[in-house]
């Protein structure tokens, strides 16, 4: 027999007894349908993850920070422990600096393009130029070129002009400003203002400079920047570091974190020497931050399919004895097979491609429920009002072959090794004693 | 047929033609020990291409045993099996499954249809085991239904056929893959006289038209008398063996020859 005959046999023998055959492509089904959708819900979150936190910066971006700050940091991720041991060594995450040799020598590191001095950055307020009401925001500058900043209208930031302060707003602040749309924000300007600290302690009325920036860029709503930090270029950066420390002895001001970028390739090297250096100090790139997000989501989800293998090692034992009764009712005809000279191979396969067959349409069952339920889901969730109406580009659940394909050929296989048993059974029987089977 | 599936042994010693089947010595025990059942004791037979041979014994003679030994169905417990000189015990797997596919032809008593399959289909089963292509297995199929006066009904059930067609769609099933031998176990006996007539005529004209060998197992003298050569059998050993006259006058060589081998 050819293979396309074994195929078209077996799935008629499987129609010989239709309810049996529902019956348990039903149970595959709901094995199926519960990894499939699972996995496309994970494949839509992680989508999403990646997507919100690629904002923050592209593979080749870091952040540094004393080993203290990101040690207190991670310990209290992990562990979700608030109180933390003191170390004596790195001392406490405040009083953890990145001193101006280390952060030579690290400029110096293999592998490192650029490092740059983040600065803490706290302005009072913003308001839209010639309007009255001002609102709080906190603004922060990470080199443009590291970002990946999902803009719905204009640009990104430039940090090559010196005296030009730009600024990129998100969606949220259009309302405030009563502007219409993304577009219409363009080109607007702001007024930040910006405290002297120094200058505060001897007249607290009149400490608060005012600098203009103009809107170039509106980003699109994300998990990640809901904030509202804004991002702003290196002119502008510089321009309120300086107004904000205006009159600081230089060597106070000390340097926390760090950001730059380095060779994607090299990270990890940059890891381990950073490490070594000095006092220490941890690099943070967005695959890390990622990571920790996911690490939550992706619990979830394996507890759900856990369910879903459980209901497949059901649908398996299903396939099995759906099977074993189909060898028992064909007894004669194996018999006959053989008799006619049909081998022992094509005899189990024969029941082989039968258990495979019930594995494929309950898994391609399984494959267009979760479509239809998956892509209703996403219609509902986007529509007005529902919770992922803010964020256009996310969908809770993302259908791919790279993600169906091997499930269903997964499946599939479950169902080959769930049908061995009685292919076996059947492939072994002697063609008389079955002829003579009643 | 494919010529490379059996090369007929070289027969140069003697002007003897090859049986097409021989056995000799052949024995069958089932269980062990103490339970054990020789069901059949030393036999020696030789079957010549296109003879009837009837195979006559009562139930539990050992009658259906030497045929499906004969059909290699089964294995013996001692002596052997040659089809056309070749040993069959030498023939394992993939080359004994073709030559029964190919040479050989079964009619069961109790027919052995696939019911819910049709008739065309059940015809056609031994071309698709022998991956004969799809086109050409069905107008094959239609050729034998056609010569067993079926081909009407190639479209219907199996089930939904009388006693006497089912057994007709048995012939045409047997006979699709143009076999040398056709092995028929009890073939009339679910059978009426007149139905059973039918396929006696039928069974014969294939004998007689196309040389098919014909190995009828049977307990009913008068079906038995129609064939060539008479082999009875009682209490798995062969008692007598007798020919019909007409058969002396067709082949006396070759009955003399293997009658005197078996004694």
Redesign the interface.
């Known amino acids: 027999?050819?293979i396309s005959?074994l195929i078209l046999t077996a799935n008629r023998n499987l129609l010989?007894n239709k309810v049996r055959t529902f019956l348990t492509i039903l149970a595959i089904f709901v094995g199926s349908f519960t990894i499939i959708l699972n996995t496309a819900i994970n494949a839509g979150v992680n989508d999403f993850i990646d997507k919100q936190v690629s904002t923050i910066g592209g593979d080749g971006f870091i952040e540094v920070m004393p080993a203290a700050a990101s040690e207190q940091i991670m310990t209290m991720m992990k562990t979700g422990e608030k109180v933390t041991e003191y170390n004596e060594k790195t001392g406490s995450m405040m009083s953890a600096v990145i001193s101006d040799e280390d952060f030579e020598a690290m400029k110096k590191v293999d592998g490192v393009k650029k490092l740059e001095v983040f600065h803490v950055l706290s302005v009072e307020w913003m308001r839209l130029y010639g309007a009255e009401k001002k609102y709080n925001v906190n603004v922060e500058y990470f080199p443009a070129e590291s970002m990946n900043v999902d803009l719905s209208a204009g640009r990104m930031t430039d940090d090559t002009v010196e005296d030009e302060y730009e600024i990129i707003i998100n969606e949220d602040w259009l309302k405030p400003f009563n502007l219409g749309s993304a577009e219409e924000a363009l080109g607007k300007t702001v007024e930040i203002g910006a405290k002297q600290t120094l200058k505060c302690y001897t007249a607290p009325n009149d400490c608060i400079s005012i600098v203009e920036a103009k809107i170039v860029g509106v980003q699109a709503p994300g998990v990640l920047t809901m904030d509202g930090d804004l991002h702003i270029n290196k002119a502008l950066d510089a321009k309120l570091y300086e107004l904000i420390n205006e009159g600081v002895p230089e060597e106070q001001l000390s340097t926390i974190f760090a950001v730059g970028e380095v060779e994607p390739n090299k990270v990890e090297d940059v890891r381990k020497t950073f490490k070594e250096l000095g006092s220490g100090y941890e690099i943070i790139t967005v695959k890390d931050t990622a990571g920790m997000i996911r690490t939550f989501f992706d619990v979830i989800l394996a507890v759900f399919n856990i369910f879903g293998v459980i209901a497949l090692i059901a649908a398996a034992i299903g396939i099995i004895n759906t099977l074993f009764m189909s060898v028992q009712e064909r007894t004669?005809?194996i018999?006959?097979?053989?008799?006619?000279?049909?081998?022992r191979l094509?005899i189990f396969f024969s029941f082989s491609i039968e258990a495979i067959s019930l594995g494929f349409w309950g898994s391609i069952f399984g494959m267009f429920v979760s479509m239809l339920i998956g892509y209703s889901a996403n219609n509902i969730l986007h529509a007005e009002g529902q919770f992922l109406s803010p964020f256009p580009t996310f969908d809770l659940v993302k259908f791919s072959p790279e993600v169906v394909v091997p499930i269903v050929l997964l499946i599939m296989f479950i169902a080959f090794v769930a049908g061995t048993a009685p292919a076996l059974k059947a492939a072994k029987k002697?063609?008389?004693d079955a002829?003579r089977y009643e | 047929m494919k010529q490379s599936l059996i090369k007929p042994a070289s027969a140069s010693r003697s002007s003897e033609p090859v049986p097409i089947v021989e056995v000799k010595g052949l024995s069958k025990t089932y269980g062990k020990k103490s339970t054990a059942f020789k069901a059949l004791d030393d036999i020696n037979l030789k079957i010549f291409s296109g003879e009837s041979v009837a195979i006559i014994g009562k139930s539990g003679s050992g009658k259906s045993t030497l045929m499906?030994l004969m059909?290699l169905?089964?294995n013996p417990t001692s002596g052997t099996v040659k089809i056309m000189g070749v040993n069959a015990s030498k023939l394992k797997?993939?080359k004994?499954?073709?030559?029964?596919?190919?040479y050989f032809g079964?009619v069961?008593q109790q027919f052995?249809m696939?019911p819910?399959d049709s008739v065309l289909e059940n015809v056609l089963?031994?071309l698709?085991?022998?991956?004969v292509k799809r086109f050409s297995r069905k107008k094959l199929a239609l050729k034998a239904l056609d010569i067993v006066d079926l081909e009407n009904k190639a479209k219907n059930k199996a089930t939904n056929l009388s006693g006497g067609q089912k057994q007709r769609v048995c012939i045409a099933r047997a006979i699709v893959n143009n076999p040398k031998v056709i092995f028929a176990d009890e073939p009339t006996g679910n059978l009426d006289s007149g139905t059973g007539k039918k396929i006696v005529d039928l069974l014969f004209g294939l004998n007689k038209k196309r040389g098919v060998t014909l190995i009828i197992v049977t307990h009913d003298e008068d079906l038995a008398a129609l064939c060539d050569r008479q082999v009875r059998i009682v209490d798995g050993k062969i008692t007598s063996e007798t020919k019909t006259r007409q058969a002396r006058t067709l082949k006396t060589t070759a009955i003399r020859e293997g009658r005197k081998e078996d004694r």
């Open positions: 027999m050819k005959d010989r004669r005809e018999g006959l097979d053989k008799a006619l000279g049909m081998s094509k002697d063609p008389i002829l | 499906h059909a169905l089964d797997g993939k004994l499954n073709r030559l029964r596919n190919k079964f069961f052995f696939n819910n089963l031994p698709k085991i022998g991956k």
